[in-house]
């Protein structure tokens, strides 16, 4: 019986460290600015998806029929449903500020005045948050009051009528001789209930809210505390290490904001959870569900400050910029409109895999999605190698010398991928186990045979970029044949890590179902939620669109300009 608490416990820790870990890379090898602002992107990135409360939607909501779908009803249920996904929101912002590097240099900079949390909170978001705070403790103390309901089970189907005996009461026929009749085979008898679902005390369900709300709050107040007193880093100038508090603590506010909005539409699913009786009907509309998708929308979208660094850098280095320069070389050129094909072709094909997902669901037709992942993946990377061929025919010359990257991808970005193809991995394995029946469809094979094509295919891309004939520089444009190779293998390996991960979704939320029969909980009681396999693909599907549509902008200033390439250009 011990084993059980400490297993429960060693998968947040292990969470924990991974996050530190990957957190730490990022920053690890050159802590500049633009690492510096990748870490902060990731550190609200992972926020945002430890945050859901997508498994305690239905908390207070006792079902009638335990052979259903299952809700948080008991204490236990509902503080685990409600309580990991705030302290894994606040666990990764804090350690987000803890994954910074300590300072290195034999002089240490100080600062005479004292960095205060008001010193940094962005106003209009500030108050935003505040109100959402208090529109969440408004929405639990109404549910205050509310009565509890007792569930009342659905009743046996009745007996059929025999068909011969048509006044008979319900039961079994007597009638032995021969039937003529045609239709079916029994007479439905009366209705059967379906039963009606119940709820625990109104008083206590606010106890359990409201509870989640105060700790979310003295959280945020302690990471913000954090976020205020951290070190200097000594990479940054003054500027860029205010701003960057501003930016922690604007993704932690944002973040916060939409797990208040979400313990209000709990509250209002469940005051909307209808009485049993005369009027009680199997659906309801949670208006609060509303308010909720509209903070969610608001949150995503507001606006996250850049570090003054890289926002003088960029306004040079975008890809209108870089267009509309003349010094930029025309190789330049392509590449930046490459980017834009690769895009479209990415959007393509993850409209084309929505469409099909809501058409068919991976567990009724598991075969779409692993393809559409695959013919995306290809896409993506043949058109990253035509780029190359294309690079080379107009701008290569044989004599020119290949100019390879000193480092061709970032140690974040290659240790990332690497632990996208260990995540692939553990979900082959996970599928290959969980289909073990005789009778049980294979998916893992042909996901295998799909992921050999695209592997054959990102090394076909990697080999294009590593041959293709160099570019010919001059004085002002050194490094551009370099940086073109760099950008290339930038987005090969960021396609590979995505489709690594969109596969492991796939395998996951199609067989995903199986993970109570590898994992029988003890006493044979189910969790309250999907599966934590479905859960984990739901996940790993939507960290891979990311990585996917993540931009290659950070790579764009370096890109050399000058009149050199200019003339370059015209000469070839």
């Known amino acids: 019986m011990v084993v059980l608490p400490t297993l429960f416990f060693l998968g947040p820790v292990i969470g924990a460290i991974i996050v530190y870990l990957f957190l730490r890379m990022q920053v690890w090898s050159k802590p500049d600015a633009q690492a510096v602002a990748s870490h902060g992107l990731w550190v609200g990135i992972i926020g945002w998806m430890a945050s859901s409360l997508q498994g305690a939607m239905?908390?207070?909501?006792?079902?009638?029929?335990?052979?259903?779908?299952?809700?948080?009803?008991?204490?236990?249920?509902?503080?685990?449903?409600?309580?990991?996904?705030?302290?894994?929101?606040?666990?990764?912002?804090?350690?987000?500020?803890?994954?910074?590097?300590?300072?290195?240099?034999?002089?240490?900079?100080?600062?005479?005045?004292?960095?205060?949390?008001?010193?940094?909170?962005?106003?209009?978001?500030?108050?935003?948050?505040?109100?959402?705070?208090?529109?969440?403790?408004?929405?639990?103390?109404?549910?205050a009051a509310l009565p509890a309901h007792a569930a009342l089970p659905p009743s046996p189907p009745a007996p059929p009528v025999s068909p011969q005996q048509p006044g008979a009461p319900y039961g079994p026929s007597t009638y032995r001789g021969p039937s003529t009749y045609q239709g079916p085979s029994t007479v439905p008898g009366p209705s059967t209930f379906q039963g009606q679902d119940g709820r625990i005390p109104g008083s206590d369900m606010a106890l359990w809210l409201g509870g989640a709300l105060l700790v979310l709050a003295l959280g945020t107040w302690l990471v913000l505390l954090l976020i205020a007193r951290r070190?200097?880093?000594?990479?940054?100038?003054?500027?860029?290490?205010?701003?960057?508090?501003?930016?922690?603590?604007?993704?932690?506010?944002?973040?916060?904001?939409?797990?208040?909005?979400?313990?209000?539409?709990?509250?209002?699913?469940?005051?909307?959870?209808?009485?049993?009786?005369?009027?009680?009907?199997?659906?309801?509309?949670?208006?609060?569900?509303?308010?909720?998708?509209?903070?969610?929308?608001?949150?995503?979208?507001?606006?996250?400050?850049?570090?003054?660094?890289?926002?003088?850098?960029?306004?040079?280095?975008?890809?209108?910029?870089?267009?509309?320069?003349?010094?930029?070389?025309?190789?330049?050129?392509?590449?930046?409109?490459?980017?834009?094909?690769?895009?479209?072709?990415?959007?393509?094909?993850?409209?084309?895999?929505?469409?099909?997902?809501?058409?068919?669901?991976?567990?009724?037709?598991?075969?779409?999605?692993?393809?559409l992942t695959t013919i995306g993946a290809v896409a993506l990377l043949l058109g990253i190698a035509a780029g190359e061929m294309l690079m080379a025919r107009n701008y290569g010359r044989a004599e020119a010398t290949i100019q390879w990257p000193r480092q061709p991808v970032s140690r974040g970005l290659l240790s990332f991928a690497i632990g996208s193809a260990l995540v692939f991995a553990v979900a082959v394995v996970f599928a290959m186990a969980a289909e073990v029946q005789p009778l049980t469809p294979k998916t893992w094979p042909i996901v295998l045979l799909l992921s050999a094509v695209v592997a054959?295919?990102?090394?076909?891309?990697?080999?294009?970029?590593?041959?293709?004939?160099?570019?010919?520089?001059?004085?002002?444009?050194?490094?551009?044949?370099?940086?073109?190779?760099?950008?290339?293998?930038?987005?090969?390996?960021?396609?590979?890590?995505?489709?690594?991960?969109?596969?492991?979704?796939?395998?996951?939320?199609?067989?995903?179902?199986?993970?109570?029969?590898?994992?029988?909980?003890?006493?044979?009681?189910?969790?309250?939620?999907?599966?934590?396999?479905?859960?984990?693909?739901?996940?790993?599907?939507?960290?891979?669109?990311?990585?996917?549509?993540?931009?290659?902008?950070?790579?764009?200033?370096?890109?050399?300009?000058?009149?050199?390439?200019?003339?370059g250009e015209r000469a070839q």
């Open 58 to 143: 239905n908390a207070g909501i006792i079902r009638a029929n335990p052979m259903g779908s299952t809700a948080p009803a008991t204490p236990d249920q509902i503080a685990g449903a409600l309580a990991w996904p705030i302290l894994a929101c606040l666990a990764v912002h804090a350690l987000g500020q803890l994954s910074y590097p300590a300072p290195k240099a034999p002089r240490r900079y100080a600062e005479l005045t004292v960095r205060r949390i008001r010193d940094f909170l962005p106003g209009k978001l500030a108050w935003t948050t505040a109100a959402i705070f208090g529109y969440a403790g408004l929405a639990i103390a109404w549910i």
């Open 231 to 371: 070190r200097q880093l000594e990479t940054l100038d003054g500027s860029d290490n205010r701003t960057l508090r501003t930016i922690a603590t604007n993704r932690l506010l944002r973040t916060v904001a939409t797990i208040a909005a979400g313990l209000a539409t709990i509250a209002g699913n469940f005051a909307a959870q209808p009485a049993p009786g005369a009027a009680w009907q199997s659906s309801w509309f949670n208006v609060l569900g509303l308010i909720n998708m509209a903070v969610l929308l608001g949150m995503l979208w507001w606006k996250v400050p850049e570090l003054p660094s890289i926002l003088t850098v960029r306004k040079t280095t975008t890809a209108n910029t870089l267009r509309a320069d003349p010094r930029t070389h025309g190789a330049a050129r392509l590449t930046i409109s490459l980017g834009a094909m690769l895009g479209v072709v990415g959007g393509l094909a993850l409209l084309a895999g929505v469409v099909v997902i809501l058409i068919a669901p991976p567990p009724l037709n598991p075969w779409p999605f692993p393809v």
């Open 456 to 567: 054959a295919t990102g090394a076909a891309a990697i080999v294009a970029v590593r041959r293709r004939r160099g570019i010919p520089e001059g004085a002002n444009d050194a490094g551009l044949d370099a940086a073109m190779r760099a950008i290339s293998m930038y987005r090969i390996v960021r396609t590979l890590a995505a489709y690594c991960l969109g596969q492991a979704a796939a395998l996951l939320v199609i067989t995903g179902d199986a993970w109570y029969t590898l994992f029988t909980p003890a006493g044979g009681e189910y969790a309250p939620a999907p599966s934590p396999a479905i859960t984990a693909g739901m996940v790993l599907a939507a960290l891979a669109v990311i990585v996917a549509v993540v931009p290659v902008r950070s790579l764009f200033h370096a890109i050399p300009r000058g009149e050199a390439a200019k003339l």
